[in-house]
């Protein structure tokens, strides 16, 4: 995986709370037997109209949300099913980081598998985002900090270990097998 | 010594090596259910890795999210009729053979869906960490274990070393007190507390339902309550394990036998938590004041009593847009609205307790004419049971489709869909938008709830009819 220190980009809003895994992709489009190429297939039902052409009315249909980075949702984005394929549509799409008040803790495990940032804000800086679609805002992996265009500068919290595998762009089992020597101890404590 | 809960006394027993500040703990997983949908992309990391599952034995893989329910697609020359379904089946048939998993394949008779036939084998016991790319893994803490739902890469984390990276979650105390009236069931009840707490509410807790309501329900209606937690936010929910655990377990194939089943049972006897043991949050709920529940917008907490009117909350931007979607307004009653699908299956209510209670409405009674009611047994168990008691003779004759087993319409995975626009009394999990097929809508339930509102076409109250 690619190393993550910082990520500059504008904004993309999509202010819906609770948006579950199901939309992000819906179950159809869960028959593959890989994690490639799922960024069409992403927000399907809001992005695509019956007929299969584009939504003119949703917000990744329009121009400015062009090579946008960063997803501001409502509050618990990701809740519902484990389907990892929600964070690798998002991923194939191009976002690398979700900024929301609460993301659900199997979306939130699934995207730091993934290079995606989950990243859990005060309302009152989320407000902010909420009203000021396509900001210019930086997120700071190292300082666990997200910088606004007014110059705030807002703490976010991100689990210890999965920072550090991101800053060095670590993949976690790589770890869980430096530990195999404890885990056999721990089968064969336990009579297997 | 502080009291313990239950999840701490479980959480601390598969710590390999407990968290630091800057490390989760790597926790041992006993047993690792896996499907044809999410296992796939674990299974091809392995092999680009030279890996091996470490262990097949705490290993356990079936066929239910994209399998067809219908008879000939399954035991007829009749192909799957979703390509990608039968590409994904055969995939899981190939990497169970090459990794030396054991599979429950389609034609076999112990399979069925992943949460309904661990606890059905036996293989799901208290005390052990169970996971699974599903996050209804939830169900199976209804027998004192700690089971979640993980991602894919998680699945093969767990393949290739039996363990996961986990930051310990925080315990919720859900008390749950006094006896549920005639016709409320355990999903009337869960869909309560959903509705009580909300959707977010046990997001970062593992919860722990308690109290005399929940001491009283048997463990097909544990599971349904375990079964929603995540529908709450939480990975995970348990209850502790007694004597209607132990009963339920006794003889099962994969449970212990002999000496290893009495050694076994006073060892889940200690697994409750202890008297005076913390919990980080906790709510009070009085069953006795319950009311068949059911959903009328397209989130699970958005849920009323069946003789209730939608809630007016004109200057709520989320409830305008799903009763937009809905097609409901606030103030609407909610009895008397028409229905055009019912489904009576998924892992919350697919097993042969909920199946009696369909039966208990429809005997003797004919589907509205309209409206198609799709019956789907949990597992081939299930549905030999079903079909050995006469249940499936009173579905057939109410004019009720009756399949083979699988995750069918609770997700659409498999071409069973509700239409567009169509509303949907089902006994499934969620009522997200299109979780039933593009555009459908959907009401949950419980058996009682969509078995009434099948025979009078439109939302009943059922118990006039028990």
């Known amino acids: ?192 | 010594m502080t009291a313990r809960t239950m999840f701490e006394k479980v959480w601390t027993a598969h710590e390999v090596v407990p968290e630091t500040p800057d490390t989760p703990a790597v926790l041992y997983i006993d047993l690792h259910l896996i499907h044809e949908v999410t296992s796939p992309q674990a299974f091809a990391m392995l092999a680009a890795s030279g890996l091996r599952v470490r262990r097949p034995d705490r290993t356990l893989a079936t066929l239910d999210h994209s399998t067809p329910t219908s008879t000939e697609q399954i035991f007829g020359n009749v192909p799957i009729r979703v390509d990608a379904a039968a590409k994904q089946v055969q995939t899981l048939e190939k990497n169970a053979a090459d990794f030396g998993v054991e599979l429950f394949g389609l034609r076999d008779a112990r399979r069925g869906v992943v949460h309904v036939i661990s606890p059905e084998l036996g293989a799901t016991q208290p005390g052990m960490t169970i996971v699974c790319g599903d996050s209804h893994t939830s169900t199976h803490g209804a027998f004192g274990s700690l089971a979640f739902g993980i991602g894919s890469t998680e699945v093969g984390h767990v393949f290739a070393t039996q363990c996961l990276l986990q930051r310990k979650p925080k315990t919720f105390a859900v008390n749950v007190e006094g006896r549920l009236a005639h016709g409320v069931t355990a999903k009337d009840l869960i869909l309560a507390i959903i509705g009580r707490i909300g959707v977010s509410g046990g997001t970062g807790y593992v919860l722990e339902y308690r109290g005399s309501t929940i001491r009283a329900l048997s463990m097909e209606e544990r599971m349904t309550i375990c079964n929603m937690s995540i529908e709450a936010g939480a990975r995970a929910g348990m209850i502790a394990p007694d004597d209607t655990t132990f009963s339920y377990l006794s003889g099962r194939p994969r449970a212990p036998h002999g000496a290893a089943w009495d050694e076994a049972v006073a060892r889940w006897r200690g697994l409750a938590s202890e008297s005076g043991a913390a919990f980080d949050a906790s709510v009070d709920i009085d069953a006795s004041a319950l009311e068949p529940m059911i959903t009328y917008g397209t989130n699970p907490g958005m849920v009323v009593a069946i003789n209730a009117a939608i809630p007016s909350k004109a200057d709520d931007p989320i409830d305008q847009k799903a009763l937009a979607y809905m097609g409901f307004h606030g103030g609407e009653r909610m009895l008397g609205k028409p229905v055009d699908v019912v489904f009576i299956g998924s892992c919350t209510n697919g097993r042969l307790e909920d199946l009696q209670a369909a039966a208990r409405i429809l005997r003797g009674r004919k589907v509205a004419k309209g409206v198609h009611l799709l019956i789907v047994p949990g597992s081939q168990q299930v549905k030999r049971e079903a079909e050995a008691a006469g249940l499936a003779d009173i579905f057939k004759a109410a004019g009720a489709d009756w399949r083979e087993s699988g995750c069918s319409m609770c997700l659409g995975m498999n071409g069973d869909t509700v239409a567009a626009g169509q509303y949907a009394v089902s006994t499934s999990n969620r009522n997200f938008e299109g979780r039933q097929g593009v555009g459908a809508r959907t009401l949950l339930a419980s058996p009682y709830t969509a078995a009434a509102s099948a025979v009078f076409g439109k939302i009943s109250d059922p118990r006039p009819l028990l």
């Open chain 1, 1 to 192: 995986m690619e190393p993550i220190t910082t990520l500059h980009s504008t904004t993309v809003v999509l202010a819906s709370t609770n948006i579950d895994t199901d939309q992000i992709i819906p179950a159809r489009f869960l028959t593959v037997t890989t994690k490639l190429g799922l960024g069409k297939s992403l927000f399907a039902d809001w992005r695509y109209l019956s007929d299969g052409r584009p939504n003119p009315d949703f917000v990744l249909n329009q121009p400015a949300a062009a090579g946008s980075r960063i997803l501001v949702a409502g509050h618990n984005f990701g809740c519902g099913s484990s389907r990892e394929h929600a964070p690798w549509a998002l991923v194939d799409y191009g976002f690398r980081a979700v900024v929301s008040t609460a993301i659900a803790d199997i979306f939130s495990s699934n995207a730091l598998k993934n290079g995606l940032l989950p990243i859990v804000v005060d309302s009152a800086t989320h407000g902010w985002l909420l009203e000021h679609p396509g900001a210019a805002v930086t997120v700071d992996l190292a300082a666990c900090r997200l910088l606004l265009p007014t110059g705030a500068s807002v703490s976010f919290p991100i689990e210890a270990f999965a920072r550090h595998c991101l800053l060095h762009g670590l993949d976690d089992l790589g770890y869980l097998q430096s530990k195999l020597d404890a885990i056999t101890r721990y089968e064969s404590a336990r009579g297997g």
